[in-house]
Protein backbone atom coordinates (compact mmCIF):
# COMPACT_ATOMS: atom_id res chain seq x y z
CA UNK A 1 0.00 0.00 0.00
CA UNK A 2 2.77 2.67 0.71
CA UNK A 3 3.98 1.91 -2.91
CA UNK A 4 1.28 2.73 -3.88
CA UNK A 5 1.04 5.72 -2.43
CA UNK A 6 4.61 6.71 -3.34
CA UNK A 7 3.91 6.11 -7.09
CA UNK A 8 1.16 8.39 -6.94
CA UNK A 9 2.62 10.99 -5.18
CA UNK A 10 5.21 10.82 -7.84
CA UNK A 11 2.61 10.69 -10.66
CA UNK A 12 1.40 13.64 -9.30
CA UNK A 13 4.85 15.84 -9.49
CA UNK A 14 4.55 18.54 -11.94
CA UNK A 15 6.31 16.94 -14.69
CA UNK A 16 6.30 19.44 -17.70
CA UNK A 17 5.68 17.74 -21.06
CA UNK A 18 6.00 19.03 -24.10
CA UNK A 19 3.06 17.92 -26.90
CA UNK A 20 3.78 18.83 -30.86
CA UNK A 21 0.69 17.16 -32.63
CA UNK A 22 -0.74 18.70 -35.89
CA UNK A 23 -4.49 17.33 -35.21
CA UNK A 24 -6.51 18.89 -32.50
CA UNK A 25 -8.54 16.55 -31.71
CA UNK A 26 -5.30 13.42 -31.18
CA UNK A 27 -3.28 16.46 -29.62
CA UNK A 28 -6.12 17.30 -27.04
CA UNK A 29 -6.72 13.49 -26.16
CA UNK A 30 -2.59 13.41 -25.28
CA UNK A 31 -2.97 16.60 -23.18
CA UNK A 32 -5.96 14.83 -21.18
CA UNK A 33 -4.38 12.04 -20.85
CA UNK A 34 -0.79 13.46 -19.48
CA UNK A 35 -3.12 15.41 -17.39
CA UNK A 36 -4.87 12.89 -15.97
CA UNK A 37 -2.00 11.82 -13.99
CA UNK A 38 -0.84 15.44 -12.84
CA UNK A 39 1.70 16.29 -15.12
CA UNK A 40 1.52 19.83 -17.31
CA UNK A 41 1.65 19.94 -20.96
CA UNK A 42 3.39 22.94 -22.73
CA UNK A 43 1.40 23.03 -26.13
CA UNK A 44 -0.11 21.14 -27.71
CA UNK A 45 2.20 22.59 -30.77
CA UNK A 46 0.51 22.27 -34.32
CA UNK A 47 3.76 24.11 -36.36
CA UNK A 48 6.93 23.70 -36.49
CA UNK A 49 8.08 26.67 -36.24
CA UNK A 50 6.35 27.01 -32.83
CA UNK A 51 7.37 23.87 -31.95
CA UNK A 52 11.01 24.49 -33.25
CA UNK A 53 10.90 27.84 -30.79
CA UNK A 54 8.94 26.02 -27.34
CA UNK A 55 11.96 23.25 -28.40
CA UNK A 56 14.34 26.00 -27.69
CA UNK A 57 12.68 28.08 -24.89
CA UNK A 58 10.18 26.23 -22.75
CA UNK A 59 11.61 23.98 -19.92
CA UNK A 60 10.08 20.73 -19.80
CA UNK A 61 10.86 17.43 -18.45
CA UNK A 62 9.79 15.26 -21.51
CA UNK A 63 8.13 15.16 -25.04
CA UNK A 64 5.53 13.70 -26.87
CA UNK A 65 6.05 14.26 -30.89
CA UNK A 66 3.91 13.55 -33.63
CA UNK A 67 6.46 12.83 -36.87
CA UNK A 68 4.40 14.44 -39.49
CA UNK A 69 3.41 18.44 -39.43
CA UNK A 70 1.56 19.01 -42.22
CA UNK A 71 4.13 18.82 -45.01
CA UNK A 72 7.09 18.93 -42.55
CA UNK A 73 8.52 16.27 -40.37
CA UNK A 74 9.30 16.97 -36.76
CA UNK A 75 12.71 15.91 -37.02
CA UNK A 76 14.54 19.77 -36.64
CA UNK A 77 12.84 19.59 -33.09
CA UNK A 78 14.67 16.54 -32.64
CA UNK A 79 17.72 18.38 -32.88
CA UNK A 80 17.01 20.92 -30.69
CA UNK A 81 15.72 18.24 -27.89
CA UNK A 82 18.98 16.49 -28.48
CA UNK A 83 21.01 19.45 -27.72
CA UNK A 84 19.19 19.95 -24.80
CA UNK A 85 19.37 16.40 -23.51
CA UNK A 86 15.67 16.56 -23.50
CA UNK A 87 14.26 12.75 -23.83
CA UNK A 88 11.04 12.35 -25.71
CA UNK A 89 8.67 9.69 -27.74
CA UNK A 90 7.66 9.72 -31.19
CA UNK A 91 3.67 9.19 -31.53
CA UNK A 92 2.69 8.45 -35.13
CA UNK A 93 0.38 5.86 -37.29
CA UNK A 94 3.51 4.81 -38.90
CA UNK A 95 5.74 1.79 -37.98
CA UNK A 96 9.01 2.13 -36.36
CA UNK A 97 10.11 1.15 -39.70
CA UNK A 98 8.51 4.72 -41.45
CA UNK A 99 11.23 6.09 -39.04
CA UNK A 100 14.90 7.38 -40.81
CA UNK A 101 17.43 4.51 -39.32
CA UNK A 102 19.14 7.69 -37.35
CA UNK A 103 15.99 7.52 -35.46
CA UNK A 104 14.35 3.77 -35.26
CA UNK A 105 16.33 2.93 -31.92
CA UNK A 106 14.16 6.22 -29.99
CA UNK A 107 11.13 5.43 -27.73
CA UNK A 108 8.24 4.94 -30.45
CA UNK A 109 4.49 4.46 -30.07
CA UNK A 110 2.27 3.53 -33.03
CA UNK A 111 -1.19 5.10 -33.13
CA UNK A 112 -3.69 4.03 -31.74
CA UNK A 113 -2.01 2.81 -28.28
CA UNK A 114 -3.75 2.96 -25.23
CA UNK A 115 -3.66 5.65 -22.64
CA UNK A 116 -1.46 3.79 -20.00
CA UNK A 117 1.40 3.08 -23.15
CA UNK A 118 1.78 7.14 -23.08
CA UNK A 119 2.03 7.72 -19.88
CA UNK A 120 4.16 4.12 -19.33
CA UNK A 121 6.56 5.73 -21.82
CA UNK A 122 6.33 9.42 -20.30
CA UNK A 123 6.95 7.94 -16.95
CA UNK A 124 10.34 5.85 -18.18
CA UNK A 125 11.93 8.85 -20.06
CA UNK A 126 11.05 11.65 -17.08
CA UNK A 127 12.43 8.81 -13.96
CA UNK A 128 15.40 7.73 -13.38
CA UNK A 129 15.28 3.98 -14.03
CA UNK A 130 14.96 2.60 -10.11
CA UNK A 131 11.45 4.64 -10.37
CA UNK A 132 10.60 4.38 -13.75
CA UNK A 133 10.25 0.18 -12.46
CA UNK A 134 7.67 1.56 -10.13
CA UNK A 135 6.10 3.99 -11.88
CA UNK A 136 5.39 1.97 -15.25
CA UNK A 137 1.63 0.98 -15.53
Known amino acids: MAATAERG???R???RILVVEDNVLVATLFAEILESVGWQVVGP???LATALDAAASEGFDAAVLDVNLGHQTVYPV???LDARRVPFVFVTSYGREALPPLFCGRPHLSKPFAPAELIGTVARLTAPAAEAEALAI
Do not use: D, G, L, P
Request: glycine residues 0%; charged residues 35%.
Open 9 to 11: HRM
Open 13 to 15: EKR
Open 45 to 47: VAH
Open 78 to 80: VAV
